[in-house]
């Protein structure tokens, strides 16, 4: 799976939009781009995930640069209760035999009143 | 559903013991992980199972550590003895074919 690079921590401001950026210039035509965050002392939580097309759901924005070598996690109205650890990780989807999910470092965000 | 159920929450334990830890998933899943957390190598995958199968255990860690899963609901990870280096908290997770992974509460593991 290619390898994802974020910041190591980021601050943003109370209902304000987050924009997490993560780059991936190493991906491959059929890996997806995954983003999970990690509450203190909680297990990781599935955000949102996509290919090659914006999407969007409840929780999040996810946008994927044209050659797909970066992409930016959009949480529109900031709270509190986003701080938390992001994860963007890219891979292929289980059905090219493999269903690893590997997390990196991620990406310490604090929401900031 | 009450989601990926881990036991225990807590375990303290002494160098040498068995620890037993215990995942029941979400029912219908066909997926069941297992991965470690720890401050120095963040989030790691032990081994994961496939309808009950196990199919890549390349993350566990040594032969102290072996996993089963004797039916679709229910899930082992056991550490036998167990060593203060193995203190960690330990997620299961499942999830229904390619679709997103659902993490338990942890088990978190401390080894004296």
């Known amino acids: 799976d290619a390898k994802t690079t974020q910041p190591p921590s980021m601050d943003c401001a109370e209902g304000r939009a987050a924009n997490l950026p993560c780059n991936h210039s190493t991906i491959s035509g059929n890996e997806y781009v995954y983003w999970y965050r990690q509450i203190h002392s909680q297990g990781p939580q599935y955000i949102i995930h996509g290919l090659k097309n914006n999407e969007t759901n409840e929780m999040a924005s996810l946008i994927i640069t044209e050659d797909r070598k970066s992409s930016t996690l959009i949480l529109p109205h900031a709270t509190l209760r986003d701080t938390a650890v992001y994860y963007c990780i890219v891979r292929v989807p289980p059905s090219y035999g493999n269903n690893r999910l590997a997390f990196g470092k991620g990406n310490q965000v604090v929401v900031i009143p | 559903d009450a989601g990926v159920i881990q036991s225990p929450r807590h375990e303290v334990t002494e160098m040498g013991q068995e620890v037993t830890l215990r995942c029941k998933p979400i029912?219908?899943?066909?997926?069941l992980f297992w991965y470690r957390q720890t401050m120095m190598r963040g989030l790691e995958l032990l081994i994961y199972?496939?309808?009950?199968?196990?199919?890549?255990d390349s993350g566990m860690p040594e032969d102290r550590f072996s996993a089963k899963m004797p039916n679709a609901s229910f899930s082992t990870l056991k550490i036998q003895p167990s060593e203060p280096r193995d203190s960690a908290v330990y997620f299961c997770a499942s999830s229904l074919w390619e679709r997103e992974l659902f993490f338990g509460e942890g088990s978190r593991l401390t080894v004296l």
């Open positions: 029912s219908g899943h066909d997926y």
């Open positions: 199972f496939n309808n009950n199968v196990p199919i890549d």
